[in-house]
């Protein structure tokens, strides 16, 4: 990519209206608190996630975490004991391969089956290793760092990648990759947490993916989408 480019990918909103899409959304959903919550049970929560609903992807973690009292206890399992216990999230066996192979990775690296040595590295570190385990993308690497560390991660699931696009705090054009780099590279680090959570409210409130509700949309007077659809009909 030119740097020009990246200059006007990097600028696509300016820092007063990003804070100003911050604080509504906040004063319409609140501000999120960050929840203390085991890295190790958050990783296999977004694998057992991946393409499935949040109930089913829950009751497959219950179900785990009742048939194995630890994730050492886990890895003495065949896979085929841990598909039967994950059964109710679906892709049982490839996700029962992909835990099975993220732990045992840890335990290779690590000594143990342990995440804490992610506490001493840098976000750039973090992200680089975990995205170096087979089965884990960036979204699944963020989600980890965000909510396991509170490191400086921005996780674009559609909803995030969606409202964005159409809000306009990333060009219409931007890819999932882009999004997450402008985003981290745009939002204060102290708003990484309710910036995502918010905006995935908003994109399963207000802002759907069919017939967004712009009338009732708190964050209209900034929207891009606004701006222009009535100019070019865009819809995305
Ligand atoms: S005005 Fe419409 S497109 Fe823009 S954020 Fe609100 S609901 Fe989404």
Redesign the pocket.
Known sequence: MEPSEVMSISCSISDDRLIRVIEILESVYGVPEARSVDPLDLLVMTILSQNTSDINSGRAFEQLKSRFRSYTELLDASEKEIADAIRPGGLADIKAARIRGTLERLREDFGSVDLSALKKMSPEEARSYLTSIPGIGPKTASVLMLFGFGMPAMPVDTHVYR?SR??GLVPENASIAETQRILEEITPPEKYLSLHINLIR?GRL??RARN???GK?E??GL?R??QTRHITGASF
Do not use: F, G
Request: aromatic share 6%.
């Open positions: 409202v159409r809000i908003h207000v802002c967004p509700l712009c949309c964050v209209s929207c989408y606004m």
